[in-house]
């Protein structure tokens, strides 16, 4: 405990060295529905939280629905008193702030780790996860992949309007994954970029995508699970502050546009045992199929983890490589789970089906547990894509179907814990019943 203290304090006191105009730093965590809660702190009071000090923070901050309010869940929120729970700092993850007006650090905190954590607590539901692989001897190495779209900062009556460039007129004339579209907007991708880096981010390749103003993020790969996702959600917010510094909007909602394609988080994972070999190349690859099939089997029961909301939904299908189906293929991108190609060593599952606001803690917690769960079972998957285009399994497409079919899946509560599927559970029916608590002028405009 002491030389863990020690690091922290060494940590703190370096970046305040380093950074002498920061005077304050915001303590940051992610809760349910995928956003930054947490407090400001004076750096001074962090350097007595780094030496020992207790850091506490209400426990049903965690619980908060995508507008911030609170939902009656069991006993939380109104019947428990809003216990504080404590929070500890995640070594190596105090960074500065750039792309605020005045100087600022962040620092992420967490309950994973402390006397008593918080059970749905997503850094903390994934470190259960990874614990329980590693006392297995299964080390997953994971690289995430985000889609995002850049928006003009000013809505259009609530609606968005495309990024322009100092070459684009009133026309959307954004060329599809042309590489001159990277160029046009060379400024704020790359400051996107360099930003990122100042977090401690490893970005690789930056894509134009499909959409217009769509682009894609590739992350380095990490045999460190916790910081993959600590990574893909410190890059979503450094991403939004940077937009604005440039006069656009930032967003990695789901399905913007109808008609054009949404944005998703692709998850690669692969792995190894203590000595370094791939575990899913063993025996002609036979792990790798059991594996698919456990991902498969539980895949329709993580939906509400992979489209945590009624706009994520509206993604599935209608456009490219979004499917609506349990899926898996090789070199196919219409499938739910993609096998790559690659060699030995590098082989993979690539899982596409998550929207780009999810969770990256609960989804890779969901992935991981997949392919545990299959890997355990020792199924044969279904006919893979190249096979058989029509192979696939049903999953719900609607929020409250998702929410039953993840509820009760034994294995799902085995995994994750079952204290936290109810909480998740709960809080993603109340977001989706408030979320049709409002008429909207389109209900005036069919019924009035």
């Known amino acids: 405990m002491k030389s863990h203290c020690s690091t922290l304090l060494a940590e703190v006191r370096t970046f305040r060295q380093n950074h002498p105009d920061v005077r304050y730093v915001d303590l940051i965590a992610l809760d349910i529905p995928g956003h930054f809660y ?13 030496a020992g000090s207790p850091l506490k923070l209400p426990q049903n901050a965690v619980l908060l629905g995508v507008q911030g309010g609170l939902f009656k869940i069991g006993d939380y929120c109104f019947n428990d008193g809003d216990p504080d729970a404590n929070r500890r700092l995640v070594p190596g993850t105090l960074k500065p702030v750039t792309w605020e007006k005045q100087p600022l650090g962040q620092m992420l905190i967490t309950s994973d780790g402390t006397e008593v954590p918080i059970e749905f607590e997503p850094r903390e539901v994934l470190a259960k996860v990874l ?35 100092a070459l684009s007129d009133d026309a959307d004339d954004q060329p599809n994954l042309h590489i001159e579209r990277l160029s046009r907007f060379s400024e704020v991708l790359d400051d996107m970029a360099q930003t990122a880096k100042d977090q401690g981010i490893d970005i690789t390749v930056i894509t134009a995508e499909l959409g217009p103003g769509q682009f894609e993020i590739n992350f380095g790969h990490l045999d460190d699970g916790l910081r993959a996702a600590d990574w893909a959600a410190l890059f979503c917010r450094s991403t939004r502050g940077v937009a604005l510094k440039h006069g656009y909007r930032a967003s990695f909602m789901a399905k913007p546009y109808l008609q054009y394609p949404g944005s998703g988080m692709h998850v690669h994972v692969s792995l190894y045992d203590a000595a370094g070999n791939n575990l899913l190349a063993a025996h002609q690859q036979q792990p790798l199929r059991h594996a698919v099939a456990g991902c498969l089997e539980l895949l329709p ?12 939904f509206r993604r599935l299908g209608g456009t490219v490589n979004a499917a609506t189906r349990a899926s898996w293929g090789f070199e196919d991108r219409d499938a739910c789970v993609r096998i790559p190609e690659s060699d030995p060593r590098n082989l993979r599952i690539e899982h596409r089906l998550a929207s780009a606001d999810a969770n990256p803690y609960l989804v890779l917690a969901a992935i991981l547990a997949g392919l545990e769960h299959g890997l355990e079972a020792k199924r044969e998957p279904i006919a893979p894509l190249n096979e058989d285009r029509t192979s696939g399994a049903d999953f719900p ?22 204290e936290f599927v109810d909480v998740y559970c709960e809080n993603k029916r109340q977001d989706h019943l408030a979320f049709h608590q409002e008429i909207a002028a389109r209900e005036y405009r069919w019924f009035l």
Do not use: T
């Open 38 to 50: 947490g407090k400001r702190y004076p750096v001074e009071m962090l350097e007595k939280v780094a």
């Open 397 to 418: 497409l609607e929020m409250l179907d998702a929410v039953r079919a993840m509820q009760h899946q034994p294995v799902l509560r085995d995994k994750l814990g079952g």
């Open 131 to 165: 614990e329980r692989l590693q006392h297995k001897g299964i080390h997953p190495v994971v690289a995430f992949e985000l889609e995002f779209y850049l928006f003009d900062k000013q809505l259009d009556n609530g609606l968005p309007q495309f990024a322009r460039d």
């Open 301 to 312: 029961h993580c939906m509400p983890i992979f489209s945590p909301n009624h706009n994520a």
